[in-house]
């Protein structure tokens, strides 16, 4: 479906030179990519992966349905302004990314994770989502929640978690105790945005965190004392 001639350009030449629709295949043909990053709206392009492709890619704006591509291709997934059905039927997805804009008029109404997210997915992010956590996959090590408000942390307690943040999700002292004492892998802990923290002098187990970010939170006029959270964490490397 390509032009032979395309193919034989150095690749940085490639998004000059090769129409949009074509830039896909080219990469994956050429070995700079692994995986194609599909547009749903390419008919042609969609029935070529199907047909060819191990793994795809996908953003998914509002008004669109999931295309016709086979589910276990799909590894990534970006909806924008959007939550479609049928996410549950993607067995291979890996990365689950959801963001309604400040604009947008189609926020939806509280809906539980375990009611659209596939239990393979390993990597969570979502950006002003009325969302439940009513659950977790087993195998999620990576959770971003921005602006996401009335978020329950007990769903994130004693999972695998290597990396979590809660920005702007009204996450209070009583929430990073839980947090601190359940999740016993956790490496990250980000909660920018949120009331004023303190650290629990004693914690029932401490986990093994490298980056912590509880300081820049608004309306903290008296932030805890750095050398009590130092002496908290003694494999701490960031701390803000």
């Known amino acids: 479906p390509t032009d032979p001639a395309l193919m034989r350009l150095p690749p940085e030449l490639l998004p000059k030179c090769c129409p949009p629709t074509h830039l896909g295949i080219l990469e994956l043909a050429l070995g700079i990519t692994e995986t194609l990053r599909l547009h749903p709206g390419n008919r042609h392009l969609v029935e070529w992966a199907n047909r060819t492709c ?8 509002s008004g669109r349905p999931l295309p016709t591509i086979r589910p276990e291709l799909v590894t990534s997934l970006a909806l924008v302004d959007t939550i479609p059905e049928s996410l549950l039927r993607l ?8 963001a309604f ?3 947008s008029l189609h926020v939806p109404d509280k809906r539980k994770l375990s009611s659209f997210c596939p239990p393979t997915v ?5 950006i002003r989502v009325r969302i439940a956590l009513d659950w977790l996959p087993e195998g999620c090590t990576s959770l971003s929640l921005t602006r996401c408000r009335d978020v329950d942390v007990g769903a994130v307690l004693g999972n695998h ?17 839980r947090i601190l004492s359940g999740c016993p892998g956790l490496a990250s802990l980000q909660l920018p945005n949120n009331g004023a923290l303190q650290v629990p002098v004693v914690l029932a ?26 002496a908290a964490f003694p494999r701490l490397e960031e701390l803000g």
């Open 54 to 61: 191990t793994s795809a890619e996908i953003v998914l704006c």
């Open 91 to 98: 067995r291979n997805l890996r990365k689950l990314t959801v």
């Open 101 to 103: 804009p400040q604009a």
């Open 122 to 126: 390993e990597s969570l992010t979502f």
């Open 161 to 177: 978690l290597i990396f979590l943040c809660l920005d702007n999700c009204n996450i209070g002292n009583d929430d990073l105790a």
């Open 205 to 230: 187990m401490v986990p093994p965190l490298r980056s912590l970010d509880i300081l820049c939170c608004h309306h903290s006029s008296a932030p805890q004392d750095v050398g009590v959270i130092v």
